[in-house]
């Protein structure tokens, strides 16, 4: 039994940085994507938390920066370092801690590493970590991790344009909620064409949507390998 684990998920955890959600994030993804390579080293997890694609904000963080994280995570027992390697491997310890199950864990990691999003985003995003059924299904454990207590995710009130509300993590402190449109108005005459325009155009975003993750699945997948070898890509954008 991990005692240390769970005397950490007894104590009122601190707000992480956004780096350390961020390492949090990688390992997970990594873990559920390329488990062959689970724990990962230093190399390969700084290069995850500096991908291009699959990330909201995009960032550009040094080995040592990530290491500094890794240690303040370590203090917190969210990460652990494998035990079984010559090189040092890291590993994450969140449902543990937080004492969630996967599929939150999975929802988790999706708004760690892409920021807000809908319920239906986080389903489709998701889908390499955990299969959800529906898009119900989803909103079932956000709503399940909001009534955790403390709340771990919050719903975001609807802006001006948005037809569904965000979700986001509270991991990182409280975020400001946006404040939802009130009275806005339409013409009723117009309302059907304007539904079905809609969906005809929901269902395009969510085409184009598949394409572009299948896109950034391999992107994502070469910077890691890439990674793991110590092969700079940022040296062949240039040749290119």
């Known amino acids: 039994m991990n005692t240390e684990s769970d005397a950490a998920a007894r104590q009122p955890m601190r707000s992480l940085t956004p780096l350390e959600a961020r390492v949090l994030g990688v390992l997970v993804e990594k873990e559920r994507t390329v488990p062959d390579t689970y724990p990962l080293s230093l190399n390969a997890l700084t290069a995850g938390c500096n991908q291009k694609t699959a990330r909201s904000p995009v960032m550009s963080v040094t080995d040592a920066d990530v290491l500094t994280a890794i240690d303040s995570l370590k ?8 035990s079984s390697s010559r090189v040092p491997r890291f590993e994450h310890n969140m449902d543990r801690v937080l004492r969630i199950p996967s599929q939150a864990v999975a929802l988790l990691t999706m708004l760690f590493l892409r920021g807000p999003q809908t319920a239906a985003e986080l389903r489709l ?10 898009t119900s299904s989803v ?8 009534a955790h207590d403390p709340p771990r995710v919050v719903r975001l009130s609807r802006t001006p344009g948005e037809r569904e509300s965000r ?21 009723d005459s117009g309302a059907s064409g304007a539904s079905a325009a809609s969906a005809d155009l929901d269902l395009l975003k969510a085409e184009h949507k598949h394409l572009a ?8 997948l070469v910077e890691y390998m890439a990674g793991e070898l110590g092969i700079n890509l940022d040296k062949f954008t240039r040749e290119s």
Request: contains cysteine.
């Open 213 to 220: 993750d299948e896109v950034a699945r391999l992107q994502a």
């Open 125 to 134: 995003n998701s889908a390499r970590l955990h299969g959800f059924a529906d």
């Open 139 to 146: 909103e079932a454990f956000l709503d399940e991790l909001a």
């Open 75 to 82: 203090r917190l027992s969210l990460v652990l370092e494998a």
């Open 167 to 187: 979700w986001m993590h509270l991991l990182c402190g409280e975020v400001a909620l946006t404040e939802a449109p009130r009275g806005a108005a339409f013409d």
